[in-house]
């Protein structure tokens, strides 16, 4: 089952559709591994930034994954699925191989899942139809997952995405996933829910702060003088080190590079009636600032914006900036992240 990077339509409609309605996408590409057995742990506390032992038998944590040198190398979503089972899924870094290497001697079964497919029901009205054939679907809370049936067929359903909408991740047997996707786009056509590219993500990630290695990374922006790498206080995603917890990988490092920030990511507010460009320029008083790392259009609430790389003294909220780009040249503001809904209410609603 083939990512859909884009469908023979305007991309526009498909956000709107996941901002209002709801839209179904095949996320199948993320990587699935299961971790089995009482080591397993001690093997993700040590190469993630999360306390694994506040995480119970059907709920998930965000977590990080770092180097020796405390800089970023993924990021992933860990689902504890049972007392001494635990599933990651994670994007294009090296989790796979930390996990392989850390689980090497310990009682720990490490199996990457290349069946799992991951159908991603995102919208308001994702719960609306999944509530006609799941059961308790309403009350499941957000970053916690199910074990049941859809129409029949064996999945889990976890409530989580990568939009910043209420959302549903649907992990299916491979032999399952094309009548679950079919069946879901037939039903769901009379609600407004339609299927959405995977290139869609890049516009809803912009509005709600959802980074994606390595595109908003020093591995496709690096520094002349530096290998690869970035630290979460830069990302901004300090937040994944779970209050007080130490030993995991790269933990002194990361402790050590607060305050030594070389940039930070931040919002831009483009004044422009379409996109700036992967890569354009970000300029502040005739000098060179950052690099627009995602750009995104709303044609709900007309505006451009960005994630960019901003120099540590014009990431703050409206900084007066401009873009230097292939096809827009523009003023903007530095804004802080996210566009769409701040406070985090609709992916945490309940009911």
Same mark, same amino acid.
């Given at each position: 089952?083939?990512?859909?990077?884009?469908?023979?339509?305007?991309?526009?409609?498909?956000?709107?559709?996941?901002?209002?309605?709801?839209?179904?996408?095949?996320?199948?590409?993320?990587?699935?591994?299961?971790?089995?057995?009482?080591?397993?742990?001690?093997?993700?506390?040590?190469?993630?930034?999360?306390?694994?032992?506040?995480?119970?038998?059907?709920?998930?944590?965000?977590?990080?994954?770092?180097?020796?040198?405390?800089?970023?190398?993924?990021?992933?979503?860990?689902?504890?699925?049972?007392?001494?089972?635990?599933?990651?899924?994670?994007?294009?870094?090296?989790?796979?191989?930390?996990?392989?290497?850390?689980?090497?001697?310990?009682?720990?079964?490490?199996?990457?899942?290349?069946?799992?497919?991951?159908?991603?029901?995102?919208?308001?009205?994702?719960?609306?139809?999944?509530?006609?054939?799941?059961?308790?679907?309403?009350?499941?809370?957000?970053?916690?997952?199910?074990?049941?049936?859809?129409?029949?067929?064996?999945?889990?359903?976890?409530?989580?995405?990568?939009?910043?909408?209420?959302?549903?991740?649907?992990?299916?047997?491979?032999?399952?996933?094309?009548?679950?996707?079919?069946?879901?786009?037939?039903?769901?056509?009379?609600?407004?829910?339609?299927?959405?590219?995977?290139?869609?993500?890049?516009?809803?990630?912009?509005?709600?702060?959802?980074?994606?290695?390595?595109?908003?990374?020093?591995?496709?922006?690096?520094?002349?003088?530096?290998?690869?790498?970035?630290?979460?206080?830069?990302?901004?995603?300090?937040?994944?080190?779970?209050?007080?917890?130490?030993?995991?990988?790269?933990?002194?490092?990361?402790?050590?590079?607060?305050?030594?920030?070389?940039?930070?990511?931040? /919002?831009?507010?483009?004044? !422009?009636?379409?996109? &700036?460009?992967?890569?354009?320029?970000?300029?502040? @008083?005739? %000098? #060179?600032?950052?690099?627009?790392?995602?750009?995104?259009?709303?044609?709900?609430?007309?505006?451009?914006?960005?994630?960019?790389?901003?120099?540590?003294?014009?990431?703050?909220?409206?900084?007066?900036?401009?873009?230097? /780009?292939?096809?827009?040249? !523009?003023?903007?503001? &530095?804004?802080?992240?996210?566009?769409?809904?701040? @406070?985090? %209410? #609709?992916?945490?609603?309940?009911?």
């Amino acid at each position: 089952m083939g990512t859909a990077w884009t469908y023979e339509k305007d991309m526009s409609e498909e956000h709107v559709a996941i901002r209002t309605k709801a839209g179904i996408m095949d996320v199948s590409g993320l990587k699935k591994v299961h971790l089995v057995g009482p080591h397993a742990i001690a093997v993700l506390d040590y190469i993630t930034t999360r306390d694994m032992t506040k995480i119970y038998p059907g709920r998930s944590v965000y977590a990080c994954m770092l180097n020796d040198r405390g800089h970023f190398t993924d990021d992933c979503i860990v689902y504890r699925t049972g007392p001494n089972s635990w599933m990651l899924v994670h994007g294009s870094g090296s989790g796979y191989e930390e996990i392989v290497k850390q689980a090497a001697g310990r009682n720990c079964a490490v199996l990457f899942d290349d069946d799992l497919h991951d159908l991603s029901l995102q919208g308001p009205l994702a719960v609306d139809y999944l509530a006609k054939y799941v059961p308790g679907i309403r009350d499941l809370k957000y970053f916690h997952h199910m074990q049941t049936t859809l129409f029949g067929a064996p999945v889990m359903i976890s409530r989580t995405g990568y939009t910043g909408e209420r959302g549903y991740e649907i992990f299916v047997r491979g032999q399952d996933a094309v009548m679950i996707w079919d069946r879901i786009v037939a039903e769901g056509k009379e609600m407004g829910i339609i299927p959405c590219c995977f290139s869609v993500l890049d516009m809803l990630r912009v509005e709600s702060y959802l980074l994606f290695y390595p595109y908003d990374n020093s591995q496709m922006y690096p520094f002349a003088d530096q290998p690869p790498g970035d630290s979460l206080w830069e990302l901004g995603l300090d937040f994944t080190v779970s209050p007080g917890k130490t030993g995991f990988r790269g933990a002194e490092e990361h402790a050590r590079l607060k305050g030594r920030e070389r940039f930070k990511i931040f /919002g831009m507010l483009i004044d !422009a009636d379409g996109p &700036a460009d992967l890569g354009d320029e970000v300029y502040a @008083e005739g %000098k #060179k600032v950052g690099v627009i790392t995602c750009p995104s259009y709303s044609t709900l609430t007309k505006r451009s914006m960005a994630i960019a790389r901003l120099d540590v003294d014009k990431a703050v909220q409206g900084a007066k900036l401009e873009v230097h /780009g292939k096809n827009l040249n !523009a003023r903007a503001i &530095a804004h802080t992240l996210t566009f769409d809904d701040p @406070e985090k %209410k #609709k992916r945490t609603a309940v009911g």
